[in-house]
């Protein structure tokens, strides 16, 4: 079990650029999540993918995100024209099972937007 | 939507004393999680509880969920400096589909 992986671990960028992270699910997991977490909250949902398909966005999720999960594997984020409130660590997780299972994290992509 | 309260928002304490943090619901809920974070570290899954009144042990923690399965406790005894760190509770959205956190209660402690 490798664990959850996530990249870059760090990303830092002007305002108005575009950004992508990407999530390496637990392999036989078929539940990918992505989290937001800002300093002093717990993680908030924005979205998750059950194998390939997107089944539900928070209305966190603006249109200014996207969220990518092809064949099932490995997941990508993307927010474009990034904003200093985007600032916040992205969480991704997986689980199998069903939205109750205990779900598994990765050690997050840290964004500071300049 | 769904959502948890969770208290206190912070604590400190001495190495050996006892900690207790409470979740919340106004709702039912049908189980709660429980999750610890280390500072720079990521969200870790300590345990889930699904019974009315269920009461689980893990070494010198001690969850609990309410008969009323509204809330839920955790209880360290006699906290070591390896404790710190911030805990969730996390419990089902209304649709089934994810987990939505609480805010967390963040152990401080000196030894």
């Known amino acids: 079990d490798t664990g959850v992986s996530q990249d870059p671990r760090h990303k830092i960028t002007k305002r108005g650029q575009n950004v992508t992270f990407r999530c390496d699910p637990i392999s036989e997991h078929n539940r990918l999540y992505w989290y937001r977490q800002t300093l002093g909250q717990g993680p908030e949902f924005l979205t998750y993918f059950q194998n390939e398909a997107q089944l539900e966005k928070s209305r966190l999720l603006s249109d200014r995100f996207s969220a990518e999960r092809p064949k099932g594997s490995f997941s990508t984020l993307e927010i474009q024209r990034t904003e200093q409130g985007d600032s916040a660590m992205y969480l991704c997780?997986?689980?199998?099972?069903?939205?109750?299972?205990?779900?598994?994290f990765g050690n997050g992509t840290r964004l500071t937007v300049t | 939507g769904q959502q948890v309260m969770q208290i206190p928002q912070y604590q400190h304490v001495q190495e050996g004393e006892d900690f207790t943090t409470y979740c919340n619901s106004s709702?039912?809920?049908?189980?709660i999680q429980w999750y610890k974070q280390r500072p720079g570290g990521h969200p870790v899954f300590l345990i889930q509880l699904v019974k009315s009144g269920e009461v689980k042990k893990q070494k010198r923690l001690t969850f609990q969920f309410g008969e009323a399965k509204k809330n839920s406790s955790l209880h360290i005894t006699a906290t070591q400096t390896t404790d710190v760190g911030t805990y969730f509770c996390a419990v089902v959205n209304q649709a089934g589909t994810a987990l939505i956190f609480g805010k967390g209660t963040t152990l401080s402690v000196s030894s």
């Open positions: 709702t039912t809920l049908s189980n």
């Open positions: 997780a997986s689980s199998l099972g069903s939205g109750n299972s205990p779900l598994h």
